[in-house]
């Protein structure tokens, strides 16, 4: 695909919806229809769109028990894990 960013019928600048998550709410992906896929997560990551930074998600997953894996090529998250609920 060779389309230019302005002209995808399925994303906005590369960023498609990709639902919601219980504990990172909304999330976007990779459009597949004009972006390469990333050659680490073959796009399978997304993106939660109410954090600026992988931090503020790594805190709020935290306060849950839990922690988010992210993938080293797109900064993407890739799974999430939980970290058991005992301190
Ligand atoms: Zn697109
Ligand atoms: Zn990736």
């Known amino acids: 695909m060779t389309a230019a960013v302005s002209d995808c019928l399925f994303c906005i ?5 990709a639902g919601r ?10 459009c ?3 972006r390469i896929p990333c050659g680490f997560c073959d796009g ?3 993106y939660p769109t109410n954090y600026d930074t992988p ?3 790594v805190i709020d997953l935290l306060t849950l028990r839990l922690a988010p894996v ?3 090529g797109c900064y993407g998250v890739i799974a999430v894990i ?6």
């Open 21 to 30: 998550d219980e504990s990172m709410g909304e999330l976007f992906e990779t």
């Open 32 to 34: 597949p229809a004009c």
């Open 82 to 87: 939980s970290l058991g609920s005992s301190l």
């Open 70 to 72: 992210f993938c080293p």
């Open 13 to 17: 600048e590369g960023h498609m919806p």
């Open 44 to 46: 399978i990551a997304v």
């Open 55 to 57: 931090t503020e998600l």
